[in-house]
Antibody
Framework: QLQLQESGPGLVKPSDTLSLICTVS??????????WPWIRQPPGKGLEWIGS???????YYNSSLRSRVTISVDTSKNQVSLRLTSVTAADTAVYYC??????????WGQGTLVTVSS | DIVMTQSPLFLPVTPGEPASISCRSS???????????VDWYLQKPGQSPQLLIY???NRASGVPDRFSGSGSGTDFTLKISRVEAEDVGVYYC?????????FGGGTKVEIK
C-alpha cells in the first residue's frame, strides 16, 4: 500500500529557506503516469496548492509562489522535495505531499506543520 | 484559474438524516476521457484531509457507501444518505483538471 510521509524542520526563521522531504513507500516514484503535488494549509484556513512535479521532469507552480518554490525528486531515495525560499509568517502551515494519477484515487501524506518564527 | 464555490458554508445535521453539499466550478471539469476531475475530502478535527470521492463519483477505498458523489460539467454534489456522528468536520471539493489545482472554501458539518 502506497504511503507518503513528510519530514523536515518544524521551525524556520523568517527570510530562511523551508525544505521538506516526502518519502514514498509501497511504490516507486519513478513509475510513469503519476504526478506529485505539494499542498499546504495555514492554521484555521483552507487548502492551497503549491505546485506539482510530473513524470518526465516538468514542474508547475502556483503563480503566487513561483519565484520562491522548487519541487524536485530523488529517484534513488524515492523522495519528493519541496524548497521554499525567503519565508515569512504567512508561510506557516501544515504541508502535505500527495500522489495523483489520471484515473486513480489520490494518496496524501499526513502532513507536517512548519512554523515560521524567530 | 478555476474557482470552486461550495455551499453551504455551514451545515447543521441530524444523525440518521441525509445531507448534501454543493460545489460549482467556474469551468467545466469534464476531460476528453469522459471523467470529471473532482475530488471530495473530509477533514476531521485535528486530522489531515481524507479522500472520499474521486473523479466526481468514485468512492475511495474504505469509504462507507453512505457517501456518494454526482454531477457533471460545472455542478457537483456530495451526498450523505444517513449522517453519523463521525461525519462531522470540514468538507472540501477540489478540481484537478487544470493547474493550479484549486479547492472550494469548505463546508463545516456539525451535529445539531
Amino acid at each position: 500500500q502506497l504511503q507518503l510521509q513528510e519530514s523536515g524542520p518544524g521551525l524556520v526563521k523568517p527570510s530562511d529557506t523551508l525544505s521538506l522531504i516526502c518519502t514514498v513507500s509501497g511504490g516507486s516514484i519513478d513509475t510513469s503516469g503519476y504526478y506529485w503535488p505539494w499542498i499546504r494549509q495555514p492554521p484555521g484556513k483552507g487548502l492551497e496548492w503549491i505546485g506539482s512535479f510530473y513524470d518526465g521532469g516538468n514542474t508547475y507552480y502556483n503563480s503566487s509562489l513561483r519565484s520562491r518554490v522548487t519541487i524536485s525528486v530523488d529517484t534513488s531515495k524515492n523522495q519528493v522535495s519541496l524548497r521554499l525560499t525567503s519565508v515569512t509568517a504567512a508561510d506557516t502551515a501544515v504541508y502535505y505531499c500527495a500522489r495523483r494519477g489520471l484515473t486513480i484515487a489520490a494518496t496524501w501524506g499526513q502532513g507536517t506543520l512548519v512554523t515560521v518564527s524567530s | 484559474d478555476i474557482v470552486m464555490t461550495q455551499s453551504p458554508l455551514f451545515l447543521p445535521v441530524t444523525p440518521g438524516e441525509p445531507a448534501s453539499i454543493s460545489c460549482r466550478s467556474s469551468q467545466s471539469l469534464l476531460f476528453s476521457n469522459g471523467h470529471h476531475y473532482v475530488d471530495w475530502y473530509l477533514q476531521k478535527p485535528g486530522q489531515s484531509p481524507q479522500l472520499l470521492i474521486y473523479l466526481g463519483s468514485n468512492r475511495a477505498s474504505g469509504v462507507p457507501d453512505r457517501f456518494s458523489g454526482s454531477g457533471s460539467g460545472t455542478d457537483f454534489t456530495l451526498k450523505i444518505s444517513r449522517v453519523e456522528a463521525e461525519d462531522v468536520g470540514v468538507y472540501y471539493c477540489m478540481q484537478a483538471l487544470h493547474n493550479p489545482l484549486t479547492f472550494g472554501g469548505g463546508t463545516k458539518v456539525e451535529i445539531k
